[in-house]
């Protein structure tokens, strides 16, 4: 059997509501991409979207892959910032957007990454594939490998970094999910909020090609991408009030296109949602009774921090609700699921953590509940 309550107060305490003022947004309805979804990044959940499972021609945003493998091998220290990658003369022949390595040429991989995020270097893709995995080949497996692993069903890889191959696909879900994995590692907007910047002791000069960074309030990334074959493309993502959006574009027919319905998705959710911050680990939620326990209660907290992702105009209808098993008996375990608390708006549950035991609670002995209840009958007379 399960008993609740509801905390509506308990919101107040816990809830942060954001407000977004926006101006002049485009009106989602125009938009000109082939496909597109709009993420919240901590949520993962999709607030719009429209043929997000088509597999498309995905150009250079292809390179999110790239660099989430980069990022991941830096964070596992099988490479370093530091280290030095040597040049091939595959990397040397890759056409598009390069950085003009040439063939023996050394690299530092900080410099080689920000030539990928910032300039999106075809040729500094092959370069890093070569030096992690040995062969261009074998980190397209890897590739493959990852996108698997992440659930991105409707991806193939052909190469590194985006250029027409038969067969190379994603969709914009699949892109949005990656996006999603790589802004876990925090260390990359250091790279892809770069507007200006150089390679080569200032010899190189490097601008952006996500204009967005400059021109959009709390753009912080992350990869354009274009070809005659696939159009204009762009994974855009911006952060306002610790609300992180992803904006996924494809098959723009303009450059200008790709930027407008990037905005226009954006503007979208920051004028539309708000993040709900609910109790985290460290808050407690009340006691629960023990039978059988050395000790009566045992006090309750979520198994991990509540957030969920609300609309605006639904700001101050988010009730919290706690249910927990009426009985329980000892021994209980620190950690030990002993309910649930849910956060609602009208009937709609928009969040869910488990309750959990914040203490160990053993199970009294024979004697000990006898001298209890012994205890108990001498307070009663």
């Known amino acids: 059997m399960v008993f609740f309550k509801r905390l509506t107060g308990f919101i107040v305490a816990f809830s ?4 977004v003022v926006m101006a002049h947004s485009r009106d989602v309805s125009a938009l ?3 496909s597109f979804v709009l993420m919240e990044s901590s949520t993962g959940q999709v607030l719009l979207e429209n043929n997000a499972d088509a597999p498309l021609p995905p150009a250079s945003i292809t390179k999110i892959m790239t660099i989430l493998l980069i990022m991941e091998d830096i964070k596992a220290g099988k490479i370093g910032y530091d280290d030095m990658v040597t040049a091939s003369e595959r990397a040397k022949s890759m056409g598009g957007s390069t950085i003009f390595l040439e063939s023996g040429e050394r690299m530092s991989v900080y410099d080689l990454l920000k030539g990928i995020v910032v300039a999106s270097g075809n040729d500094a893709s092959v370069a890093m594939a070569e030096h992690l995995e040995g062969s261009v080949e074998a980190f397209v497996e ?3 490998k990852r996108a698997a692993e992440l659930g991105m069903v409707n991806t193939v890889f052909m190469n590194t970094n985006g250029l027409p191959a038969e ?7 699949d892109i949005a999910i990656v996006s999603n994995e790589l802004l876990k590692h925090k260390e990359i907007f250091e790279f892809t909020k770069i507007w200006t910047d150089s390679l080569r002791n ?3 000069q490097l601008a952006n090609t996500n204009r967005l960074i ?5 753009a912080n990334g992350l990869k354009t991408g274009s070809t005659d074959e696939a159009g204009c493309c762009i994974s855009a993502t911006a952060e306002r009030n610790g609300m992180q959006l992803i904006a996924v574009v494809m098959g723009c027919p303009t450059s200008n296109d790709r930027f407008s319905d990037a905005k226009a998705l954006l503007d979208y959710g920051f004028s539309g949602y708000s993040l709900w911050y609910g109790p985290d680990i460290n808050t407690s939620l009340g006691e629960i009774e023990i039978k059988k326990g050395r000790e009566e209660k045992v006090g309750l907290a979520p198994e991990s921090n509540m957030y969920a992702l609300i609309r605006r105009s639904d700001a101050g209808k988010a009730e919290l609700v706690v249910e927990t098993d009426e009985f329980i008996t000892a021994p209980v375990s620190k950690g030990q699921v002993l309910g649930r608390v849910r956060c609602i708006v009208g009937e709609e549950t928009v969040a869910e953590v488990n309750l959990v035991a914040n203490a160990d609670v053993s199970r009294i002995g024979f004697w000990q509940l006898q001298k209890k209840m012994l ?3 001498l307070r009663a007379v």
């Open 16 to 19: 942060v509501m954001f407000s």
């Open 32 to 34: 000109t991409a082939k």
């Open 142 to 144: 890897r590739m493959n």
């Open 167 to 173: 067969g190379h696909k994603m969709s914009a879900r």
């Open 202 to 204: 200032g010899e190189f």
């Open 214 to 218: 400059r021109f959009y309030e709390g």
């Open 375 to 377: 205890g108990l009958l």
